[in-house]
């Protein structure tokens, strides 16, 4: 790792294997603090600053699932994993289309969970834009800097994701965007849930898209093997 320090918020109510946790990563040089439920997380969350956090889900007060909605709500760019025994399919698809970077499934290799880390962090401490890129859609004027989709006077913040996935289309409009692009791109990952997670975005931004009643926007998937982003009167 680089000379900086990263700070990590943990949510974890199993207080054996939460020191555990926190011992070594403190041992890989992090700084770490330790809460054993999601309300102490997110009154922490709220006074310190964190550069990532690792939430199991089944915890008391409030769930991993509700802390990082709440969390999202104060800072929707915050980077966060679960780290959880809740193994389910519906659980791990729920967890990514909240943004999760990870899903990590107990047991685990704490060694794993490092190099994730040690990968995700830097990226994630750059996924700010360092422009401020506009699109005309239809009506729509969408402002990928700011994150912002505004028709006549309506504005519609998006998240960190939706944004990105929108720009790809955009500088994409009328060309096929391959679903491999936009995962690699987007989630650093092309696997089964991260598909699910990216469908799940661009249903919502075809809801978007739909109140503009002047112009037909359309995002078709076409023979599963991308996107295309089409604007007709």
């Known amino acids: 790792m680089k000379d900086k320090k990263f700070n990590v918020l943990i949510a974890e109510d199993d207080t054996n ?5 926190k011992i ?7 700084q770490v603090e330790l809460c054993t439920d999601g309300e102490d997380a997110f009154e922490m969350f ?41 193994a389910l399919k519906e659980d791990q698809v729920k967890g ?21 880390l040690n990968i995700l962090l830097p990226r994630a401490k750059n996924t700010k834009p360092s422009f401020a890129a506009q699109f005309k859609i239809g009506n729509f004027n969408f402002d990928f800097g700011r994150r912002t989709l505004e028709l006549n006077g309506e504005v519609t913040n998006l998240s960190p994701k939706e944004a990105e996935l929108l ?5 994409k409009k009328d ?38 009643k002047l112009h037909n926007i359309e995002i078709n998937n076409l023979h599963s093997t991308g996107f295309i982003l089409t604007v007709t009167q």
């Open 17 to 21: 294997f939460g020191m555990m946790l």
């Open 24 to 30: 070594f990563l403190e041992m890989n040089s992090y």
């Open 46 to 86: 709220s006074k310190k600053k964190f550069d990532i956090g690792i939430f199991d889900i089944m915890m008391p007060l409030v769930d991993g699932f509700n802390l990082a909605e709440r969390i999202l709500k104060i800072n929707n760019d915050f980077p966060f994993i679960f780290l959880t025994a809740k």
């Open 96 to 116: 990514y289309n909240l943004g999760a970077l990870d899903y990590l499934i107990k047991p685990f290799d704490p060694e794993i969970l490092l190099l994730k």
């Open 167 to 171: 720009r790809l289309l955009c500088e």
């Open 175 to 212: 060309q096929v965007l391959s679903h491999t692009e936009a995962m690699m791109k987007i989630w650093k990952n092309d696997d089964y849930f991260t598909k699910q997670s990216m469908n799940v975005y661009i249903s919502k931004l075809r809801k978007y898209l739909n109140k503009d």
